[in-house]
T-cell receptor
């Protein structure tokens, strides 16, 4: 079946540090890949997405590149802010699945001033 | 309006109570979803409605009963819940019910449910 493995947290960084959260996947078909973010007390928001190999998704300074050869979709940001503190979920969906997202376990990021 | 609105935000209920969670969107989306999220875990899909018809039930116990009265509203009726059902219940919607893989889900903020 489909699965997503992402870096276990929690991750604690100082403001302006570099961030990488690793995500790898296995899929029965050709997946689209997503990063969702959940701020404290809120629902999930789409952060970025990529739908085919070598696509780069980007938003709010975050980037992730769809690497088919390594089945990876690592999330990166060059300089984190306190406001980036949240839980980050890597996810995939395979066509024809009636939009059943498969999530990773989530990574809690805390950024200290 | 690009929001999914859920009410109530918090709910405490006893094991013999009957309550309902409500979800509303006015984006013209034709697919709506219920997810359950336990603390420090990812969301788990419970139900999917496509064009107001139930299309996926992920083997959810019958004490959870979904209802889609119209294309903008989604309810989750709760009866005889157990303490282990305490969780954050998230509603989501998407434009296409056929699962276009480049489409995103819009999530509500959730209802934090505590069953005593």
């Amino acid at each position: 079946g489909d699965s997503v493995t992402q870096m276990e947290g929690p991750v604690t960084l100082s403001e302006e540090a570099c961030l990488t959260i690793n995500c790898t996947y296995t899929a029965t078909g050709y997946p689209s890949l997503f990063w969702y973010v959940q701020y404290p007390g809120e629902g999930l928001q789409l952060l970025l997405k990529a739908t085919k190999a070598d696509d780069k998704g980007s938003n709010k300074g975050f980037e992730a590149t769809y690497r088919k050869e390594t089945t990876s979709f690592h999330l990166e940001k060059g300089s984190v802010q306190v406001s980036d503190s949240a839980v980050y979920f890597c996810a995939l969906v395979v066509g024809g699945s009636n939009y059943k997202l498969t999530f990773g376990k989530g990574t809690l990021l805390t950024v200290n001033p | 309006d690009t929001e999914v609105t859920q009410t109530p935000k918090h709910l405490v209920m006893g094991m013999t109570n009957k309550k309902s969670l409500k979800c509303e969107q006015h984006m013209g989306h034709r697919a709506m979803y219920w997810y359950k999220q336990k603390a420090k875990k990812p969301p788990e899909l419970m139900f999917v409605y496509s064009y107001e018809k139930l299309s996926i039930n992920e083997s959810v116990p019958s004490r959870f009963s979904p209802e889609c009265p119209n294309s903008s509203l989604l309810n989750l009726h709760l009866h005889a819940l157990q303490p282990e059902d305490s969780a954050l219940y998230l509603c989501a919607s998407s434009f296409s019910p056929q699962g276009r893989t480049n489409e995103k889900l819009f999530f509500g903020s959730g209802t934090q449910l505590s069953v005593l």
